[in-house]
Each structure stands twice: as C-alpha cells, then as structure tokens.
C-alpha cells in the first residue's frame, strides 16, 4: 500500500490546520456563509437535509486495518454509529456537527487520511478496479498509476477551478469493473505486443442529467506519457469547457459539441508541447511507487481446496457464498472476496461501526492488512488464502455481512436520496430495501443470475441508474415521489445507458414493476445461461413494455 | 401558509422559527404566517439570523395544520422534520417526545 512520504504528511497537516482556523473564524462570525461555503466543499463538508455531511477520501479505494478502525472510531466518537460507503469508493458520516470536524480531520491524518478534493470543481478522488493487484485477469496494477494521478492532482494550481468537477478511473483488466466509460477521463491499463504497459484511454463520459458513454481517443499510449497526455486533456477542457451553464460544463459536453475529431485535434496538439517535458514519468518514479503495491508475499497455501471441499459438505450457506462472492486470484491459493454491505432489507453501502472494527480485524488477521472500498458500495478483502475462507465467513456471519449476493439483484447501488440529501427529489434507500426484502430468497436471485440493479434519487445519477441493467430514478411529479425505470444499461467494457421503458410508477408500484421485468426476463431468456443484459440486447424493450404496460394500453 | 426553517450554523440540525421568538429543533412549535406581510416578516427574521451567523440555508415551507399539528407540504420537509424514512431511530422523530399527542 501506498504510504505518506514527508511531503504528504506535512502538507495534510498544513491543510487540517487551516481549516480548523477557518472553520473557526465562521464560529465565531468572522466569515461569511458565502465566503466558507467554497471553503468546506474543498474540504469535503457538505449541508444535507438533517445536518453536516463530511466525505472522506479513500484514494482509489484501498485502506489499511488502521485506517478502517479509525472509520469505526469517528463513526462512535462523532457521528451515530455508522458510515455510508460511496460508488467514490469512499466514506460519507451524515451527522459531524462542524465544531467537531477539525477534531475528525486531525483524527483522520494520524491514519494517512482526509477529506480533500471530496468535493468542489477540481479533479476527484481516482477510482480503480477494487480487485487490483489480486485479479487473475490484470495486465497490471492499474493503483501506482492512480496514485500518481492523485499525488500530480492534489491541489494543482492550474486544475483546481475546473469548469466543474473531473473525475478518473483506472482498470488494469480487460473486464472492466471500473465503469471507466462513464467518466471524464478512462484508462485502460495494458500491454501492447511488445509488454510494454501503456494505457487506452477514453475521454468524455459521465452520468448526470446528459448521460454519456466516453469515447476511446487513444488505444495505446505509453505509460511514460500518463500526466503529460492527461494534462493535455485537462488544458483544452479548462480553457473551452462551459462556464456559463453548470448543467452544461462537464468534458462531456465539450467533447458532444465540439467533436471527438476536433477535441482529438486540440488534444494532441497540446500534447506535441507537453510530451517530452517536466512531465513525462521518470521510470525510477514509476518504479519507486510501484514497490509501494508490491503484492503481499503470499506463502503457498495448497491446502485450501482439501478445506473448502470439506467445508463446502459442512454447510451448503457456505458454499453458495463461497460460489456467488469469491473472485479469482492471480495466486491459485488464494482469493478475493466481497464483503456484501446489501443485506437483505439492509441500506446499500452501510456499515455500523462495530462491524467496520470486525472488518479490520478480519483483514488484520487474513487479509494481509488490506481492504478495498468497491464502487458497487461493497467492501472487499483482495488476499485471502482459500484455506482460510471458511474462517473468514464463519467472522463475516457473526457480523452479519455474509449475505451471498455479490452481483445478483439486491447487490443494489442506491444513493442516499431524499432521506438524507439536499439535492434529492425522491428516497431511493427504502427502494432499495424494499426490492431486497421482495427478492430475498437467495435460491430465487442466484436463478434470476447477474443483475445489476441501480437507484438514483434525483437526475445527477449518483445511483448509477443509467448504467444499471435495470435503472431506477426517483423524480418528484405534482409534489409525490415517481419512478422512472431504464432497462439495458451497462458499465462494464461494453458500456451502454439504459433506456426508459415508459411511464414512470409510484413507491407503491416501483416493486411489482420490478419483479414484472425480472418475470418477462425469465420467460424470455433462451436459457440459463443468457444473463438478463444479453437477453435484453437480443429482443430490446417490447415484451418488457407489453408486459408492463400492455392491459392499461388495452383499458385506454 | 408558511413558516420558516434553517440549519443552525455550529451543528446543522434542522430547526424552525418559533412561536416563542428562538429557532426551536422540532417543527411542532414554530410560527405559522397566512399572508404576505407574515411572510416578509419571516423572511426578515431569517435575514437577520443568517447575517447574524446562527443558521444557515433559511427557507419558507408551505405548510398546513390538521388538528393543531403543522404538516409540511413537500415530503422533502416532512422528512426533514422527522428524519431518515429508513432509520426510526434517527432524526427528530427518535426523541423521547416525538409521536406524543
């Protein structure tokens, strides 16, 4: 794991003490709202509808034991018992009263952690593929290359009033579990014929009220060109993005209007001036931070499938956990699990405090002190030696996070909607478990098989609905909550936004609509084996729509 | 009819202007206006309080009383109010008082 060197150290220390000054010199009247507001956000401070919210960075969402005990902590000390992970890959408290938040960011620092650029029109927290580093399938660790995107991206002068927020992800793997396409800027870590590593990279996609899937502009580019090509990218978007319309002022819409062609053109061109500078990677930079996600050293543990085998004869809850949320590890002794925060009825992307302090210790003791943060609002443990899987469940259960739904359709991606956001038109955590107390049978999800379900409260698509297989977004119509749904989106490598099945349906109907489409699915679907995304590429929306909507098309 | 809410300033809890002249933590207290020249004495109040650094993000909410108690109109206020939809146990309606007649 990426540790502070003193240059990191110091200036998150410099940063905590000015903002304790500042938030200080508003207590006591010195600074206006107007004047402060711009001055949380860059601190990750928001107002929601019941109190202050603060969102913690989780630097392409890998923590330590340490770090996740200090979560456990402020969630206890200062917040009311639990946190709420983020498709950022980080960490929202929804109560910190804001004289208590300089104490939770001195809290925060001593672990390596804070809460700059959570928010605010600057580049945001880089995400990565949550299995990085211990995948089967990775060409690389795309997470040094995230790292010194964030270091390079850390209140960089020029980059800091961008015409709106900017946000990069990274994925080392083919199969891409990054949702790259749906942002600003995607980059596909590979190798080309020859190993070398370099990076495909995608410009120009995003969610929000104009959705939009990025477009590839580069297949290869060396990896010695990474800031160089970025900055170029960045350049030509802070001097022509949109500054006039907020709803208009994200890359993507500078990239729609202006062309891929001629934003190619502009890019490249600033890069001509760029690529042979101060910013081109030196190797040995390149190799220093490297050795900082230098893979654990895995000692051979062959005798894991004599003990899973064993184990899976024990009990059959264990092994359908061990089918449904156990990833393949580039180390055949070992393996990748997924800590479910979707139990059934559960809020998508909770946890309490007690339960992160069993995660630490779980990962303390298994996980070679490493735990991941996915964008799908899960916790992951990246190492865990197969023989000790069943130990690690048998933990899991007793914190109740073993629910074995890793993919299926109450592993659901909500946002936190009109029960705690300002911004929100309608709830979609109750949604959210209502669909998964519906579905609750474990049996029942496993046949329905991978269904990526997906929840937004209001059109800014914090919920990822447009990219869900199936998409709920809450809207408010004549002063009542509605539920718009959208079928056949994808964040994957073939990324696609879903489309709107037509008119939208209340809190009361949004379930039985959602079971109707899993139904259809399972009666049109050639066979098992056809996941319910390709069955829905095959034959597109009418018999969703027949069987959604067909009787009052018949009563009209 | 309308009445006047915010977030105090030190910890963001939701209140609202009351009867009584301070800004109370729950809604069954505060100050209902009928008309114009009520409302732009509550929006001055919520001015003064602003500028004066106690609250923050000041509102007027359309509201209306059903026997005796204030029902905001827009659900985003009742579930200010209240509290999470989905935790009980939080917000307003998680104190000792809350839900007595």
């Known amino acids: 794991m990426y540790r502070y060197d003193e240059f990191d150290h110091d200036f ?94 001195a809290d925060l620092a001593s672990v390596e952690m804070h809460a700059i650029q959570t928010s605010g029109n600057c580049i945001r927290n880089v995400t990565a593929d949550h299995f990085a580093g211990a995948a089967a399938d990775e060409a690389a660790d795309p997470r040094p290359y995230a790292e010194i995107l964030r270091q390079w991206s850390s209140v960089h002068p020029e980059f800091s009033y961008l015409p709106r927020k900017f946000k990069i992800a990274v994925t080392g793997a083919e199969r891409d579990r990054a949702a790259i396409q749906t942002h600003d800027i995607g980059l596909h870590l590979k190798k080309n014929e020859t190993g070398e590593l370099g990076f495909a990279v995608y410009i120009g996609g995003g969610q929000g009220r104009t959705p939009m899937v990025a477009k590839k502009i580069r297949d290869f580019l060396p990896e010695e060109h990474l800031l160089s090509y970025t900055t170029a990218i960045l350049r030509v978007y802070n001097l022509y993005g949109r500054r006039d319309n907020k709803y208009k002022a994200r890359i993507k819409i500078l990239v729609h209007e202006t062309g891929v062609d001629e934003i190619v053109r502009q890019v490249e061109a600033e890069w001509q001036a760029l690529k042979d500078g ?15 996600f230098a893979p654990p050293a895995l000692k051979p543990r062959p005798e894991g499938d004599e003990v899973i085998k064993l184990a899976r004869l024990d009990s059959r809850s264990f092994g359908e956990w061990l089918d449904q949320n156990v990833f393949t590890h580039c180390n055949p002794d070992y393996a990748a699990v997924t800590i479910s925060l979707k139990g059934i009825g559960e809020v998508p992307g909770d946890a309490t405090d007690s339960q992160m302090e069993a995660v630490a ?113 809450g809207v408010e119509k004549k002063g009542a909550e509605l539920y718009q749904v959208t079928l056949g989106g994808s964040a994957d490598e073939h990324t696609s936004v879903g489309e709107i099945i037509g008119r939208g349906f209340g809190p009361e109907e949004i379930t039985d609509a959602i079971e109707t489409i899993v139904e259809t699915y399972l009666q049109i679907r050639l066979d098992r084996s056809e996941k319910f995304l390709d069955a829905y590429r ?19 | 009819m309308k009445i006047l809410t915010a977030n105090r300033l030190t910890d963001g809890e939701a209140v609202w202007f009351s009867t009584d002249g301070n800004w109370a933590e729950t809604i069954d207290v505060a100050a209902t206006v009928y008309d114009k020249a009520g409302e732009a004495r509550l929006e001055a109040i919520g001015k003064a309080a602003y500028d004066n650094n106690e609250v923050v993000d000041v509102n007027l909410i359309d509201v209306s009383v059903v026997d005796g108690a204030i029902h905001p109109l827009r659900l985003r206020e009742v579930i200010r109010a209240a509290g999470p939809t989905n935790r009980l146990d939080l917000g307003k309606q998680a104190r000792p008082a809350a839900g007595a007649a």
């Open chain 1, 12 to 105: 998150v220390k410099a940063r905590v003490a000015e903002f304790s000054d500042q938030v200080e010199r508003r207590l006591a009247g010195e600074i206006t709202e107007d004047q402060f507001r711009p001055l949380r956000l860059m601190n990750g401070v928001y107002l929601q509808l019941h109190a202050y919210m603060l969102r913690i960075a989780v630097p392409y969402g890998t923590m330590n034991s340490k770090q996740m005990r200090m979560l456990s902590h402020i969630a206890r000390k200062y917040d009311k018992g639990y946190g709420h992970f983020t498709t950022r890959q980080n960490i929202q408290f929804n109560w910190p009263a804001l004289s208590d938040i300089p104490a939770i960011l």
């Open chain 1, 361 to 473: 210790d779980i990962a303390e003791q298994y996980g070679f002190d490493e735990i991941r943060v996915s964008h799908e609002q899960n916790l992951i443990l990246p190492h865990v030696a197969r023989a000790d899987l069943k130990a690690v469940y048998d933990a899991l259960v007793a914190i109740e996070l073993a629910t074995a739904n890793s993919n299926l359709i109450s592993d659901i991606i909500a946002c936190p909607g009109l029960d705690y956001c300002a911004l929100a038109n309608a709830r979609s955590i109750p949604v959210a478990q209502e669909i998964s107390r519906r579905f609750a049978s474990l049996e029942r999800q496993r046949d329905i098989g991978e269904l990526k379900l997906k929840i937004s409260g209001c059109i800014n698509a914090c919920g990822h609905h447009h990219v869900g297989h199936i998409g709920i977004l």
């Open chain 1, 538 to 556: 095959r034959v597109g929306p009418a018999p969703f729509k027949e069987a959604l909507y067909a009787s009052e098309a018949k009563a009209a």
């Open chain 1, 278 to 292: 101060e910013l081109k990677l030196p190797e040995a930079d390149v190799a220093a931070i490297q050795s900082y």
